[in-house]
Protein backbone atom coordinates (compact mmCIF):
# COMPACT_ATOMS: atom_id res chain seq x y z
CA UNK A 1 0.00 0.00 0.00
CA UNK A 2 1.06 3.30 -1.25
CA UNK A 3 0.23 6.90 0.18
CA UNK A 4 1.49 10.33 1.08
CA UNK A 5 0.48 13.51 3.29
CA UNK A 6 1.68 16.66 3.60
CA UNK A 7 4.88 17.13 5.81
CA UNK A 8 3.89 17.25 9.67
CA UNK A 9 0.44 15.93 9.20
CA UNK A 10 0.54 12.41 9.34
CA UNK A 11 -1.35 11.35 12.46
CA UNK A 12 -0.36 8.51 14.56
CA UNK A 13 -1.49 6.11 17.13
CA UNK A 14 1.01 6.94 18.93
CA UNK A 15 -0.73 10.84 19.80
CA UNK A 16 -3.29 9.88 22.56
CA UNK A 17 -3.30 11.45 25.67
CA UNK A 18 -5.34 10.76 28.63
CA UNK A 19 -8.42 12.87 28.75
CA UNK A 20 -9.01 12.55 24.91
CA UNK A 21 -12.30 11.19 23.52
CA UNK A 22 -12.10 7.96 21.41
CA UNK A 23 -14.47 7.97 18.16
CA UNK A 24 -14.90 4.97 15.82
CA UNK A 25 -16.32 5.53 12.31
CA UNK A 26 -19.33 3.83 11.08
CA UNK A 27 -20.58 0.29 12.46
CA UNK A 28 -18.59 -2.10 14.69
CA UNK A 29 -19.30 -5.97 14.26
CA UNK A 30 -20.93 -6.60 10.79
CA UNK A 31 -18.20 -8.44 9.26
CA UNK A 32 -17.79 -10.56 11.92
CA UNK A 33 -21.19 -11.81 12.05
CA UNK A 34 -20.94 -12.16 8.11
CA UNK A 35 -18.37 -14.85 8.89
CA UNK A 36 -20.68 -16.51 11.86
CA UNK A 37 -22.97 -16.81 9.55
CA UNK A 38 -20.66 -18.60 6.51
CA UNK A 39 -19.19 -20.79 9.58
CA UNK A 40 -22.42 -21.46 11.30
CA UNK A 41 -25.67 -21.13 8.87
CA UNK A 42 -27.91 -22.71 10.81
CA UNK A 43 -27.43 -21.40 14.19
CA UNK A 44 -31.09 -20.44 15.38
CA UNK A 45 -29.72 -16.45 15.18
CA UNK A 46 -29.18 -17.00 11.41
CA UNK A 47 -32.03 -18.86 10.51
CA UNK A 48 -34.03 -16.10 12.22
CA UNK A 49 -32.32 -13.64 11.17
CA UNK A 50 -34.74 -11.41 7.93
CA UNK A 51 -32.68 -12.48 4.27
CA UNK A 52 -32.22 -8.50 4.05
CA UNK A 53 -30.17 -8.49 7.15
CA UNK A 54 -28.57 -11.42 6.70
CA UNK A 55 -26.94 -10.45 3.09
CA UNK A 56 -25.87 -7.13 4.60
CA UNK A 57 -23.57 -8.88 7.27
CA UNK A 58 -22.37 -11.42 4.31
CA UNK A 59 -21.43 -7.94 2.52
CA UNK A 60 -19.73 -6.59 4.86
CA UNK A 61 -17.36 -9.49 5.24
CA UNK A 62 -16.90 -9.94 1.74
CA UNK A 63 -16.73 -6.83 0.34
CA UNK A 64 -14.60 -4.53 3.16
CA UNK A 65 -15.08 -0.60 2.55
CA UNK A 66 -12.10 0.96 3.64
CA UNK A 67 -12.38 4.44 5.34
CA UNK A 68 -10.27 6.51 2.93
CA UNK A 69 -12.72 9.27 2.47
CA UNK A 70 -12.19 9.93 6.32
CA UNK A 71 -8.48 10.93 5.67
CA UNK A 72 -9.28 14.74 5.61
CA UNK A 73 -11.66 14.65 8.93
CA UNK A 74 -8.84 13.24 10.75
CA UNK A 75 -5.53 15.36 9.66
CA UNK A 76 -7.54 18.04 10.48
CA UNK A 77 -9.39 17.11 13.62
CA UNK A 78 -8.12 13.78 15.28
CA UNK A 79 -4.73 13.61 17.59
CA UNK A 80 -4.66 10.14 17.04
CA UNK A 81 -5.94 6.91 15.42
CA UNK A 82 -5.64 3.39 14.04
CA UNK A 83 -7.63 1.34 11.77
CA UNK A 84 -10.03 -1.23 13.39
CA UNK A 85 -9.24 -5.11 11.62
CA UNK A 86 -8.67 -6.96 14.88
CA UNK A 87 -11.43 -6.05 16.72
CA UNK A 88 -12.47 -2.95 18.41
CA UNK A 89 -11.59 -3.88 22.49
CA UNK A 90 -8.26 -5.08 21.24
CA UNK A 91 -7.36 -2.32 18.84
CA UNK A 92 -8.44 0.38 21.35
CA UNK A 93 -6.18 -1.15 23.91
CA UNK A 94 -3.24 -1.61 20.92
CA UNK A 95 -3.67 2.50 20.65
CA UNK A 96 -3.84 2.94 24.23
CA UNK A 97 -0.13 1.15 24.55
CA UNK A 98 1.13 2.48 21.44
CA UNK A 99 1.12 6.02 22.93
CA UNK A 100 3.62 4.92 25.62
CA UNK A 101 2.43 6.74 28.40
CA UNK A 102 2.17 4.40 31.80
CA UNK A 103 -1.76 3.16 32.65
CA UNK A 104 -3.44 5.10 29.66
CA UNK A 105 -6.31 2.61 28.80
CA UNK A 106 -9.08 3.18 26.85
CA UNK A 107 -12.64 3.26 28.75
CA UNK A 108 -15.33 2.40 26.13
CA UNK A 109 -19.35 3.06 26.74
CA UNK A 110 -20.68 -0.59 24.90
CA UNK A 111 -23.81 1.03 24.68
CA UNK A 112 -22.44 4.19 22.35
CA UNK A 113 -20.60 1.82 20.20
CA UNK A 114 -22.44 1.92 16.86
CA UNK A 115 -23.88 -1.22 15.67
CA UNK A 116 -26.07 -1.59 12.11
CA UNK A 117 -29.76 -2.56 11.86
CA UNK A 118 -28.19 -6.05 11.17
CA UNK A 119 -26.04 -6.41 14.06
CA UNK A 120 -28.82 -5.00 16.94
CA UNK A 121 -31.04 -7.86 14.90
CA UNK A 122 -28.61 -10.59 15.37
CA UNK A 123 -27.88 -9.05 19.22
CA UNK A 124 -30.92 -8.95 20.36
CA UNK A 125 -31.07 -12.81 18.89
CA UNK A 126 -28.17 -13.82 20.68
CA UNK A 127 -26.99 -11.99 23.08
CA UNK A 128 -24.04 -13.61 23.37
CA UNK A 129 -22.79 -12.16 20.36
CA UNK A 130 -21.84 -9.22 22.03
CA UNK A 131 -18.18 -10.96 22.03
CA UNK A 132 -18.36 -11.15 18.39
CA UNK A 133 -19.50 -7.93 17.69
CA UNK A 134 -17.15 -6.06 20.03
CA UNK A 135 -14.40 -8.59 19.21
CA UNK A 136 -14.61 -10.00 15.81
CA UNK A 137 -12.79 -7.97 13.81
CA UNK A 138 -12.66 -7.25 10.01
CA UNK A 139 -14.91 -4.51 10.57
CA UNK A 140 -12.15 -1.76 8.61
CA UNK A 141 -13.24 1.58 10.41
CA UNK A 142 -10.93 4.10 12.03
CA UNK A 143 -10.48 4.50 15.41
CA UNK A 144 -9.68 7.81 16.50
CA UNK A 145 -8.94 9.92 19.58
CA UNK A 146 -9.54 13.84 19.51
CA UNK A 147 -9.06 16.51 22.39
CA UNK A 148 -12.85 17.23 23.52
CA UNK A 149 -12.64 20.57 22.11
CA UNK A 150 -12.08 19.50 18.65
CA UNK A 151 -15.16 16.57 18.84
CA UNK A 152 -17.66 18.21 17.47
CA UNK A 153 -15.63 19.08 14.25
CA UNK A 154 -14.41 16.12 14.00
CA UNK A 155 -17.86 14.50 13.85
CA UNK A 156 -19.22 16.76 11.01
CA UNK A 157 -16.12 16.55 9.04
CA UNK A 158 -16.99 12.97 9.16
CA UNK A 159 -20.35 13.31 8.83
CA UNK A 160 -19.81 15.48 5.34
CA UNK A 161 -18.02 12.65 3.64
CA UNK A 162 -21.08 10.32 4.10
CA UNK A 163 -19.53 8.09 7.03
CA UNK A 164 -20.48 9.19 10.04
CA UNK A 165 -18.34 8.69 13.75
CA UNK A 166 -19.48 8.10 17.26
CA UNK A 167 -18.16 9.12 20.45
CA UNK A 168 -17.22 5.66 22.00
CA UNK A 169 -15.92 6.56 25.07
CA UNK A 170 -12.05 8.16 26.35
CA UNK A 171 -8.34 7.27 27.03
CA UNK A 172 -7.67 7.52 30.96
CA UNK A 173 -5.05 7.15 33.47
CA UNK A 174 -6.38 3.44 35.16
CA UNK A 175 -5.27 0.53 36.17
CA UNK A 176 -6.81 -1.78 33.36
CA UNK A 177 -9.06 -0.77 30.05
CA UNK A 178 -12.56 -0.77 30.96
CA UNK A 179 -15.46 -1.85 29.13
CA UNK A 180 -19.04 -0.21 30.77
CA UNK A 181 -22.20 -1.85 30.70
CA UNK A 182 -25.10 0.47 30.03
CA UNK A 183 -25.93 0.27 33.89
CA UNK A 184 -22.29 1.09 34.56
CA UNK A 185 -20.78 -2.18 35.58
CA UNK A 186 -17.86 -3.96 33.58
CA UNK A 187 -18.47 -6.62 31.07
CA UNK A 188 -16.05 -8.91 30.55
CA UNK A 189 -14.90 -10.67 27.59
CA UNK A 190 -13.32 -13.63 27.31
CA UNK A 191 -10.76 -11.85 24.48
CA UNK A 192 -10.45 -8.42 23.04
CA UNK A 193 -9.94 -9.22 20.02
CA UNK A 194 -8.53 -11.71 16.77
CA UNK A 195 -5.34 -13.39 17.62
CA UNK A 196 -3.08 -13.81 14.84
CA UNK A 197 -1.12 -17.47 14.58
CA UNK A 198 1.47 -16.73 12.89
CA UNK A 199 3.11 -20.32 13.29
CA UNK A 200 0.64 -21.78 10.96
Known sequence: ALGWCDSGKMVRRTSGRAGQTLLVSG???????????????????ARALPGPLRAHLADRYLHPYPRNALAG???????????????LLGDAVKLAAACGIKGLHPRILL???????????????????????????????????ADPDTVPALLAACAATGCEASVIGELALAKDPAFVGADGSAVPFSSLSFQHDWTA
Open 27 to 45: SIGDAALGLRLRLEPDAPW
Open 73 to 87: AITAHAAAAMDVSDG
Open 111 to 145: DRVPLSPAARAALALAPDLLQTIMAGGDDYEVLMA
